[in-house]
T-cell receptor, first 118, second 115 residues
Framework: AQTVTQSQPEMSVQEAETVTLSCTYDTSESDYYLFWYKQPPSRQMILVIRQEAYKQQNATENRFSVNFQKAAKSFSLKISDSQLGDAAMYFC???????????????FGQGTILTVHP | EAQVTQNPRYLITVTGKKLTVTCSQN?????MSWYRQDPGLGLRQIYYSMNVEVTDKGDVPEGYKVSRKEKRNFPLILESPSPNQTSLYFCASSTVAGGAPDTQYFGPGTRLTVL
């Protein structure tokens, strides 16, 4: 079974600085997707960025980028120029991408609470 | 406006009293899913549906039922709720690309308390 681990329950960063959130996962699959979701106090779940496992290039979305290390099964999120609005809980998630019916299954990590200090 | 709606948003009930949490999306998405969120455990998938009349278990399906009779609706049914089902529940939907769910859109959540 796939597992996703976020080992940092809480992180903090100064406004305008850079912070990296860690995520590791365990799978025997070679074709899968990884996601980072943001959950602000409003409780909505917002997709931040996603990475396809067969793509070697790290995904980037404006101030958000990932460091995807497939061999190490690591998928960290880097937030540059942090803003007050980035304060939220961040979830890493995994989904397989091939065959069977279980490719509808999404596995989340425990979440990391990010605090942004002015 | 494209959205996923859940009702009720808040519910307090007692052990054993059957309840249904509704979920509806207006984006014509094939894929829908239910999650529960608990402190320290993150989000855990309960059930998902790849399309009408197609449902499958997630990681924590015990004590829950779902049905997908229409594309837009995916209700979550607790036949006999117990206190360990007290949680925050999310419904989500997405298109299916290449046979697998794409980016998921989440509803606002339902806070359930079972006494």
């Amino acid at each position: 079974a796939q597992t996703v681990t976020q080992s940092q329950p809480e992180m903090s960063v100064q406004e305008a600085e850079t912070v990296t959130l860690s995520c590791t996962y365990d799978t025997s699959e070679s074709d899968y997707y990884l996601f980072w979701y943001k959950q602000p106090p409003s409780r909505q779940m917002i997709l931040v960025i996603r990475q396809e496992a067969y793509k070697q290039q790290n995904a980037t979305e404006n101030r958000f980028s990932v460091n995807f290390q497939k061999a190490a099964k690591s998928f960290s999120l880097k937030i540059s120029d942090s803003q007050l609005g980035d304060a939220a809980m961040y979830f890493c998630a995994y989904r397989r991408n091939a065959g069977g019916t279980s490719y509808g299954k999404l596995t989340f990590g425990q979440g990391t609470i990010l605090t942004v200090h002015p | 406006e494209a959205q996923v709606t859940q009702n009720p948003r808040y519910l307090i009930t007692v052990t054993g009293k059957k309840l249904t949490v509704t979920c509806s999306q207006n984006m014509n998405h094939e894929y829908m899913s239910w999650y529960r969120q608990d402190p320290g455990l993150g989000l855990r998938q309960i059930y998902y549906s790849m399309n009408v009349e197609v449902t499958d278990k997630g990681d924590v399906p015990e004590g829950y039922k779902v049905s997908r009779k229409e594309k837009r609706n995916f209700p979550l049914i607790l036949e006999s709720p117990s206190p360990n089902q007290t949680s925050l529940y999310f419904c989500a939907s997405s298109t299916v690309a290449g046979g697998a769910p794409d980016t998921q859109y989440f509803g606002p959540g339902t806070r359930l308390t079972v006494l």
